[in-house]
Each structure stands twice: as structure tokens, then as C-alpha cells.
């Protein structure tokens, strides 16, 4: 009877076909194969991140203050107006709704309707290109409950937040003295203004407002 040997030689065959198998599935290119996974998750991350940098960046960007000044008020005046141009450089409307700063208070976006100052409820939209002069007897940033020296030569920084959750930083804005056009912003404090000069047809008085119903 004879025996065949085929079986012996089926068997090394089978088993240097599975040696090449775990030759092809080695550690060492399954490693290669997560990093390179891992380098491109880095490599999306890296550019999400800078996505976002660039918007930011555009956002800081997109609005400027020119002319820009806080009027010099002493520590018994609890009041101050904010003026200058916002201008908006991008390519779409900008809806500004709040207001922060550096100095201590409570800041709002003000309007003169009819003759009576007040808060502007809508905030301020600058269009597209275009400005918003902030100044006297119109539209202003208010700083109010501020109980501290704000001296000509000092700097403070304002941030503008828009209906979209965009901020806009704008640092370095100058305090100087108020000019005699100035309407006199009075607190109740006191029964003048050591900053004022005003004419009685400029005055705008504040002490109406309800400042405790509004925060920035």
C-alpha cells in the first residue's frame, strides 16, 4: 500500500501561507497605519484651529474706531460719553448689541429720540462699508456708575459684541477734556460739572434714566 506524501507538503504550504499573512498584518505597519490617521486628525485640527484664528482675526478687524475719545470726568461724576466713528470694513452689515469695557461701570449703546436721551433697545447697525459717527445729541456709548478719576492722558479699551456672537476689540481709546459742544451728562452727584462748559440748549440730562434695569 503505498502512502501518500502530499499531505506533509499541503501542510507547509499552509503554514507558509499564514507566516505571510502575519508578515503582511505586522505590528509594526498596523503602528505606521494609526499614525498616520493620527497626523491626518492633527492636520484637520491644526486647520479648524486656524479656520477660527482667521475668523477672529476678521472679526477684530472688521470694525474701526476713528477719532475715537472717552470725555475726562472726575470721581464725583459718575457718567461719561463715549464718541468717535465705527466704521465697518467688511462686506456685510454689522448689528452691534453690546458693549464692554476696561474701566469699571456699566456700558450702553444710547440713542436722542425726540429730545430724550435713552438706551438704544435695537443697538446700532453699521452697514456694510460704511459708519456710524458716535457723537453728542445722537448716538454714544454711555459709561455709567463708574465712581473712579478718568484723567485726559488716560487710554481705555472698549469691546463691541454683535447679534451673531462676534466680538470687536477696540483697544486704546483716548480720554480727553470735554469741548464746550458737549452735552453735560449729570449724575444727581453734584449741582454742576467741572467738566461741563455746555450750553443750556446742548444739556442732555441722565438722571431720568432707570440705569439699574440695563448691564452690559
Do not use: W
Not at 499541503?10 to 507566516?19: I, K, R
Not at 467688511?90 to 449703546?109: N, P, R, W
Not at 453699521?126 to 463708574?146: C, F, R, T, W, Y
Not at 484723567?151 to 454683535?162: H, I
Request: one cysteine or more.
Amino acid at each position: 500500500m503505498r502512502i501518500s506524501r502530499r499531505f506533509p507538503q499541503m501542510a507547509v504550504a499552509t503554514l507558509a501561507a499564514g507566516s505571510l499573512t502575519l508578515v503582511a498584518c505586522s505590528p509594526s505597519e498596523q503602528n505606521d497605519s494609526d499614525q498616520s490617521v493620527s497626523d491626518q486628525a492633527t492636520s484637520a485640527t491644526s486647520a479648524a484651529s486656524s479656520a477660527a484664528d482667521n475668523a477672529m482675526d476678521d472679526s477684530d478687524s472688521a470694525i474701526t474706531f476713528e477719532d475715537a475719545y472717552v470725555t475726562a470726568k472726575p470721581a464725583d461724576k459718575e457718567m461719561t460719553g463715549i464718541f468717535g466713528t465705527l466704521k465697518n470694513t467688511s462686506d456685510k452689515d454689522i448689528h452691534i448689541t453690546e458693549v464692554s469695557g476696561s474701566a469699571k461701570g456699566m456700558y450702553q449703546l444710547h440713542v436722542v429720540s425726540d429730545g430724550e436721551m435713552k438706551e438704544a433697545e435695537d443697538g446700532f447697525t453699521i452697514k456694510a462699508g460704511d459708519s456710524l459717527v458716535l457723537q453728542p445729541g445722537h448716538e454714544h456709548i454711555m459709561l455709567m456708575d463708574n465712581t473712579e478719576d478718568i484723567a485726559a492722558g488716560d487710554v481705555l479699551s472698549l469691546t463691541l459684541k454683535d447679534d451673531e456672537g462676534n466680538s470687536y476689540e477696540l483697544p486704546d481709546v483716548p480720554v480727553r477734556v470735554q469741548q464746550s459742544t458737549h452735552e453735560h451728562y449729570s449724575d444727581g452727584t453734584t449741582g454742576d460739572s467741572s467738566n461741563s462748559g455746555a450750553a443750556e440748549s446742548e444739556s442732555m440730562n441722565h438722571e431720568g434714566m432707570d440705569h439699574e434695569q440695563h448691564s452690559n
